[in-house]
């Protein structure tokens, strides 16, 4: 008996030993996997010539988008947003070219993993780029005279007041871009990425203003605009919109933008995931700037980031806030209005909330609106629990630390995306918890828990939306329309009492 149990215990460590050497095994496969894919272990140089550099304006570069930190001559190649990817990286500058012969290099992987390459417009010259490799494609252009000034992003309102507003654009060329209004005139200087403010207005009024940029070949000019744009009102009485999650569906998000231009608000909120792959220059053009062009040119944005963002630097260069940060906060008339990065470490000892608390504290407003993309609480496969609590670590983070914080500020709503839906929940404490994400990713249904998931939940509609909030005196009514226009929700809050926070919670 002795020796089969000795038996059993010398094949069940083999057994052990074989599967940790395999494990191990695997694992450093993997590592070298990653490593020959993914890590930078060589550098491939192309060659070209250049007869005369000041032929050219600004240069083109189209290669595989996983490609970066490109360099030309030895100097870094610069893109418009760091740290994006772009299946053709735009407007670097004609300066970095030298007469005779350029290089061009890169660093590559050794077992380079490449998606497609698309085919992309390429209005230049294009230099003759030497070796030509056959698992990857490079193309180089140079625009000269013949290539026309672009705005390749239309003009972008971002915050705005009674006497200024924001706006921001991009062009495909360094060139400086002049905006005209109200009789005067602001220069941005050369650059891709052009950004003003616009300041001495007077409130409520409505301004045109156009945007000219001059190519610096030929002195033609290139204008976009006229385009129209109101500064707030100084009264009690205030109309906004709000709508979330428009990524993935060009079409859909056309539509909605239509839907919140007719609307005629003062400005419009974004609840977070304004394209699928945000790291991806591209998505941004096709997925939200081109499709929602009319509305973001005329109706100010307050945006929030989301997850699908990845904290792309886009976001921060395109869409200007009061603070320049994800975090911001304005009192519009009547409104108090706080966005927040809900991917942000909320605790209580951390400076987040240090600031929330602090502008909750200060706040005065009638109305005080909370801007995030994740909802505490959800009828949709985003609110699933873990034990009691959200699962997810962003929707715990707002249910845990600023829930509470908000409930004894007596703040008016929390306005959320994410999950794909119209949902109005009426949590404890008074505050509303108003949930707009359907304006362009696939809706989603009520998941079969919702009922533990989200207990405060009066409606949940599976459908495209936006939410429009209008302020007169001391009552605030929100109305959720569906793309068509229809109706799916409405609700009154009365303004908040002025009376210092109640049971705060301690740090």
């Known amino acids: 008996m002795k020796y089969f149990d000795s ?7 083999r057994i052990i030993k074989c599967f940790a050497i395999a494990l191990l095994a695997s694992g450093c496969a ?23 550099p000041a032929r050219f304006v600004a240069l083109e570069l189209a290669a595989p988008k996983e490609l970066h930190d490109w360099t030309l001559n030895g100097w870094p190649v610069p893109v418009p947003f760091a740290g994006m990817q772009y299946e053709k990286i735009p407007a670097i500058p004609a300066r970095l070219l030298v007469k005779g012969k350029n290089i061009l290099r890169v ?6 993993q490449f998606t497609p390459q698309p085919q992309v417009d390429f209005p230049g010259e294009p230099f003759n780029l030497k070796p030509h490799y056959s698992w990857f494609k490079v193309r180089l252009a140079g625009l000269t005279a013949t290539a026309p000034c672009l705005f390749t992003i239309s003009p972008v309102l971002g915050f705005a007041g009674e006497d200024f507003f924001t706006v921001t654009c991009q062009t495909n060329m360094p060139v400086p871009v002049r905006l005209e209004v109200a009789g005067r005139a602001l220069e941005s200087p050369e650059s891709a990425v052009h950004s003003w403010r616009v300041d001495g207005l007077q409130p409520g009024r409505d301004y045109d203003y156009r945007l000219i940029a001059v190519h610096p070949l030929t002195e033609k000019a290139t204008i976009s605009g006229p385009y129209h744009v109101r500064t707030f009102g100084a009264g009690d009485e205030l109309t906004f919109a709000a709508c979330g999650d428009s990524r993935s569906n060009p079409d859909i998000w056309a539509r909605i933008a239509a839907l919140i231009r007719s609307k005629t608000p003062a400005f419009f909120i974004h609840t977070g995931d304004m394209v699928k792959e945000g790291l991806i220059f591209d998505d941004w053009q096709r997925e939200m700037f081109e499709p929602a062009a009319e509305v973001l040119a005329s109706v100010p944005l307050y945006p929030v980031i989301g997850n699908h963002e990845y904290n792309a630097s886009i976001f921060q260069r395109m869409f200007q806030t009061s603070t320049g940060t994800t975090n911001w906060e304005q009192r519009i008339g009547p409104a108090h209005v706080i966005g927040i990065n809900g991917e942000l470490d909320w605790r209580t000892s951390g400076e987040p909330y240090a600031w929330l608390r ?3 504290n200060r706040s005065t407003a009638p109305f005080i609106f909370l801007v995030t993309h994740y909802p505490p609480y959800s009828s949709a496969r985003h609110g699933k629990l873990s034990g009691d609590e959200p699962g997810e670590e962003t929707a715990r983070q707002i249910h845990d630390t600023i829930l509470p914080l908000l409930v004894s500020h007596h703040i008016t709503a929390i306005i959320a995306g994410h999950s794909h839906s119209y949902e109005r929940s009426e949590l404890n404490g008074g505050v509303s918890l108003i949930t707009t994400a359907g304006a362009g990713a696939g809706l989603m249904n009520e998941h079969e828990n919702a009922q533990k998931q989200n207990p405060y939940s009066k409606i949940y509609v599976k459908a495209f939306n936006i939410a429009v909030f209008q302020i007169h005196g001391a009552t605030c009514e929100i109305k959720a329309f569906d793309i ?24």
Do not use: C, H
């Open 7 to 13: 038996k059993r215990r010398s094949l069940k460590s």
């Open 30 to 52: 993997y590592a070298a996997w990653l490593l020959l894919t993914s890590a930078s272990l060589r550098r491939v140089s192309f060659t070209f010539t250049v007869d005369d």
């Open 107 to 112: 660093a590559v992987p050794l077992l380079p």
């Open 358 to 360: 602090n502008v909750l």
């Open 484 to 507: 068509d226009g229809k109706v799916l929700d409405t609700r009154i809050w009365q303004a908040r009492s002025m009376q210092p926070a109640e049971n705060e919670p301690k740090k």
